[in-house]
């Protein structure tokens, strides 16, 4: 099996700027001189993708144990439009409890000069300013921590590391009753349950949606019969009991509304990997990041963002199985084993349709029961892929959604959609195949409750709910169409030689115990561009052509390596999954590279 490894060398760290700006430094700009001496870690992030919200976690351990050595800095490198508005940036490193210096970097400019080809990336940097390492995806905390351990050593030795406090200023709180609410449901009694995202509880709210009528939860993270961690999606069960997406503690808690008491019926409070039981008794098998739920079919439908895929939870069974879904992450329909989504965040039952906010593809959904009568499968209403969005109305296969997090099922068999980047709510009417423009100027709403013929909208970035008359006629809007803006990548036509570059953490080896410990995943959009090279296979290099006539596309590209301890005395070494995604546009021309190295883990020495 070919690796690609690479050997530590001395590339001087670009400066940092960004025309948004510092956030969390209390208005003083930083430069990587005022942070000489100190390791430290850019974390480049967009705040629409869940990816960058598991690694925001994963940091957080070591944040705080290197709190007098590391400096972390998340560099916020936008995907969508919304994404590069300052505001929606300040927003977000609250909503997600961001506790370290933040750069608003809107046009990418400090994306550009690291090279950064994925969200999110990690690249440390020594107490002497230069680059020492690269990390793309999730999964390499383990791999910094060494990292850093290695360099607090080398760099205490020759006196150039210097301990003390980082430049962070945590921003003043602000009093709201909601802080960033994520989703609600009415309950049997007329009052709303909401969750309360960025300050971990469910709130219990009147009828006027409103008054504050109770708390549930201690405020703090955690995974207790009394707290939340960041909990999103709420359904009511047959039962009237309330099931929650107890988000990044990767759980489903059910909430019985009389008494208070929570129970957790599924996940372990660790994230699902690579090679982990997708299915089994529901306490045993890990989850990832589900955000919403839906009872629909006799069972508790769950979007599991975190891994792309819709999962299953049977109380009468008391198991959790894969309903629909690969892990890999882009549109396709077809049969549910074979679909791919991206991020499914919103879910809302009608009929024989399951309805799907699958926000990266800034798509609407569902999933239906085969006409065969066998199974399930995945068809589109809305959207085309990952990289096109923005706010047009019209014949569905021409219209366009940024981002959307919430759906709801209205009387007339239309589904509502929680636009949110465009800060808009939208309608699909399956009937006419048409998408129109219910309500604008809201902020970033997640989604909406029906309530005797209104909307009742989660406003989630102006802390409240939201009460809209469903309009007799659809507000007409301005089409506006975009795409991401990250610059293609000029590549050859013909051949093109594929080299993810992985370099196992210090003190680690690739885990061969059971058989080949990586794996490449590789696609196109359109599936044509690709002559030769797509599939799947175990090589984390691979020889791929490009189609003759074709002039661009998108280049998909999914690796996994798995390392562990490398000590002979221990009998059951630690084993760690490393794993990113890329998306990489690209452009055929004559005289573009001929090789596209993408960095798992290490530095690429080409």
Excluded at 95 to 108: C, I, K, M, S, T
Excluded at 445 to 471: F, I, K, M, Q
Aim: glycine content about 10%.
């Amino acid at each position: 099996m070919n690796v690609h490894m690479a050997s530590r060398a001395r590339v001087r760290a670009p400066e940092l700027t960004g025309k948004g700006g510092w956030l969390n430094t209390g208005n003083k700009d930083l430069t990587l001189s005022d942070l000489r001496g100190r390791i430290v870690v850019l974390d480049f992030w967009t705040f629409c993708c869940v990816n960058c919200l598991h690694v925001l976690d994963e940091l957080r351990e070591l944040e705080e144990r290197h709190r007098d050595t590391v400096v972390i800095i998340g560099v916020h490198s936008p995907k969508f439009v919304h994404e590069a508005e300052h505001q929606a940036v300040v927003d977000a490193v609250e909503r997600y409890g961001v506790e370290h210096p933040v750069l608003d970097d809107p046009e990418l400019t400090t994306w550009k000069q690291y090279a950064v080809r994925a969200w999110p990336t990690l690249v440390v940097i020594d107490p002497e300013g230069y680059v020492v390492a690269q990390h793309a995806g999730e999964g390499h905390a383990h791999a910094i921590e060494k990292l850093v351990e290695e360099l607090e050593a080398e760099h205490e030795a020759k006196g150039t590391l210097h301990r003390g406090d980082g430049p962070y200023v945590p921003p003043e709180p602000v009093a709201t009753d909601l802080r960033f609410p994520g989703k609600a449901v009415r309950l049997p009694g007329g009052s709303f349950l909401v969750s309360d995202t960025t300050r971990h509880q469910l709130v219990e709210l009147a009828a006027d949606g409103e008054r504050v009528l109770r708390r549930i939860g201690t405020g703090e993270r955690g995974l207790t019969p009394d707290s939340f961690n960041e909990p999103q999606g709420l359904a009511l069960l047959p039962d009237g009991k309330v099931a929650v997406a107890d988000t990044v503690n990767h759980a489903i808690r059910v909430l019985d509304p009389d008494s208070g008491a929570l129970e957790t019926v599924a996940g372990t409070g660790k994230q699902w990997w690579q090679g982990s039981p997708t299915s089994g008794p529901a306490r045993e098998v890990d989850l990832s990041s589900p955000w919403d739920l839906a009872w629909w079919e006799d069972r508790l439908w769950i979007a599991m963002a975190g891994v792309h895929q819709l999962w299953t939870y049977d109380p009468a069974a008391g198991t959790v199985e894969v309903a629909a879904g690969t892990t890999n992450e882009g549109l396709v329909d077809g049969p549910a084993a074979e679909a791919w989504f991206a991020q499914p965040s919103g879910l809302a039952a009608a009929g024989d349709r399951l309805w799907i906010a699958d926000s990266e593809t800034s798509a609407v959904r569902w999933v239906e029961p085969a006409e065969t009568g066998d199974g399930y499968v995945i068809r589109t209403a809305v959207g085309t892929g990952l990289f096109d969005f923005g706010h047009r109305d019209g014949a569905a296969d021409q219209a366009l959604l940024q981002h959307p997090l919430g759906v709801t099922a209205l009387p007339d068999g239309s589904v509502a959609i929680a636009d949110t980047y465009n800060h808009a709510l939208r309608r699909f009417d399956p009937a006419s195949g048409e998408v129109t423009t219910l309500a604008k100027d809201l902020r970033e709403p997640s989604d909406a409750v029906l309530v005797d013929g209104d909307l009742v909208v989660v406003e989630s970035a102006r802390h409240r709910l939201t009460r809209l008359r469903l309009p007799e006629e659809a507000i007409r809007v301005e089409s506006v169409a975009h795409r991401t803006q990250r610059a293609a990548t000029e590549v050859a036509p013909g051949a093109l030689r594929l080299e993810v570059v992985f370099q196992a953490p210090a003190g680690q080896k690739l885990d061969t115990r059971y058989g080949p410990s990586t794996r490449l995943l590789v696609s196109a959009t359109p599936p044509e561009l690709l002559a030769e090279g797509a599939g799947a296979g175990t090589d984390l290099t691979r020889d791929l052509v490009l189609a003759d006539g074709m002039t661009e596309g998108v280049l998909h590209v999914s690796a996994m390596a798995a390392s562990c301890d490398d000590a002979p005395d221990i009998e059951y070494p630690a084993c760690h999954v490393h794993q990113q995604d890329w998306g990489v546009p690209v452009e055929i021309a004559e005289g573009g590279v001929a090789r596209l190295g993408l960095v798992l883990a290490g530095l690429d020495a080409e």
